[in-house]
């Protein structure tokens, strides 16, 4: 396994009236972060808010090229974001135990936190397609050049993780430095991956080795 300390470029935030980030998603234009009773869109040029939706939004986030998907306890809602709208809503494979989401390949991947889990779902009814089994806490998920990453937080450690989307098995690892929890994870397809910050409020940028 390759390990080496994740290189931080940027921190965008604490935003204000932002408590907790949670999920965090790109839609090639935006970063939306999930805050608890809201998504926001933020400009990562100038870390400017865009816009909100009001929606329940306490865990990850994924947007599709068209839709974005949020986790809400035990349920993921497919929102519109041109309007805001709550299109549809599946169940959740962990009950309420979820935490990261992505979007790739045509289906959902929700991270399950405590059971150290990743499902792949159908996005249209929640059917859990396969799982693969991690050694370590699931917070964020997210897929860039076929590769899958997740992200850790345990106490005061938290690390970004690649592993093999067959075995589950560990090839690399950023790790964050004390205090910089990983709650929401996103690549923006090239070398950056964005970073919830959980309670501090902030989204970090870290750069994707190669």
């Given at each position: 396994m390759k390990r080496?300390?994740?290189?931080?470029?940027?921190?965008?935030?604490?935003?204000?009236?932002?408590?907790?980030?949670?999920?965090?998603?790109?839609d090639g234009r935006q970063v939306w972060m999930a805050t608890g009773d809201r998504l926001s869109a933020f400009d990562p040029r100038s870390g400017e808010v865009l816009r909100s939706i009001p929606v329940d939004a306490d865990a990850g986030t994924?947007?599709?090229?068209?839709?974005?998907?949020?986790?809400?306890?035990?349920?993921?809602?497919?929102?519109d974001p041109a309007t805001g709208r709550v299109l549809a809503t599946i169940p959740a494979p962990g009950g309420g135990g979820d935490s990261g989401l992505a979007w790739a390949e045509g289906?959902?991947?929700v991270g399950e936190y405590r059971g150290k889990k990743i499902h792949q779902v159908d996005p249209e009814t929640g059917a859990i397609l396969?799982?693969?089994?991690?050694?370590?806490?699931?917070?964020?998920?997210?897929w860039v050049d076929g590769d899958l990453w997740h992200g850790t937080w345990e106490?005061?450690?938290?690390?970004?993780?690649r592993i093999d989307p067959?075995?589950?098995?560990?090839?690399?690892r950023?790790?964050?430095?004390?205090?910089?929890?990983?709650?929401?994870?996103?690549?923006?397809?090239?070398?950056q991956f964005f970073c919830g910050g959980g309670g501090s409020g902030k989204v970090r940028v870290v750069r994707r080795p190669h």
């Open positions: 080496s300390a994740a290189e931080i470029t940027r921190e965008y935030g604490p935003f204000p009236d932002v408590e907790n980030v949670h999920g965090v998603t790109y994924a947007f599709d090229g068209r839709h974005l998907f949020q986790i809400a306890e035990e349920r993921i809602q497919k929102i289906t959902l991947w396969r799982t693969i089994v991690s050694n370590r806490v699931v917070t964020g998920v997210t106490g005061e450690e938290s690390d970004l993780r067959r075995t589950g098995e560990v090839l690399e950023l790790d964050m430095p004390p205090g910089a929890g990983v709650s929401g994870l996103e690549s923006d397809g090239g070398d």
